[in-house]
């Protein structure tokens, strides 16, 4: 067996990978085989370490595999490299944009519920337009208590 070759269990150890990932990889046209073994194992050579840390490192960005893919076809391309990254970065610009809204919205909320109030109603649920939990008085002897309606139960 040639010695320059790696298996595809060794090329997983030395980038910190799964067989799984790097035979997806392989299906996806990211890196490729240069054979196999007698058993059946593939074999690729030292030069799929690199190609396999860059995956991985794009993958980090958020980058899709086949957003990758399309990058390592044009590596020499910079341009169109160039426009696939500043697409991602603005979905995901916008996401944040999205994600912030969501926060603030959530702040605003938070800042109309004052701690301790397990008994009183929601302000903020009336900020938002629910009408408070409807409730009844229930008396125990001679004390009168209120008290949350229960849900009706649906029957089974």
């Known amino acids: ?15 910190h990978s799964t067989t799984r990932a790097l035979r997806l990889y392989e299906r996806r046209r990211m890196i490729h085989s240069c054979g196999r073994t007698a058993g059946g194992m593939r074999l690729f050579t030292h030069d799929t370490v690199p190609v396999v840390h860059t995956i991985r490192a794009l993958q980090v960005t958020g980058l899709t595999l086949s957003d990758i893919a399309t990058a390592l076809v044009h590596t020499d391309a910079c341009g169109k490299v160039r426009q696939l990254i500043e697409r991602k970065r603005s979905h995901w610009q916008q996401i944040c944009q999205d994600i912030q809204q969501k926060i603030t919205g959530l702040d605003e909320l938070l800042s109309c519920c004052p701690p301790a109030r397990e008994r009183e109603p929601c302000t903020a649920m009336e900020k938002i337009g629910v009408d408070p939990v409807p409730r009844v008085n ?12 229960q849900p009706i139960r649906s029957w089974k």
């Open 1 to 15: 067996m040639n010695h320059a070759l790696l298996k595809i269990g060794d090329v997983a150890r030395l980038t």
């Open 138 to 149: 229930r008396i125990i002897g001679r004390h009168q208590e209120t008290v949350p309606c």
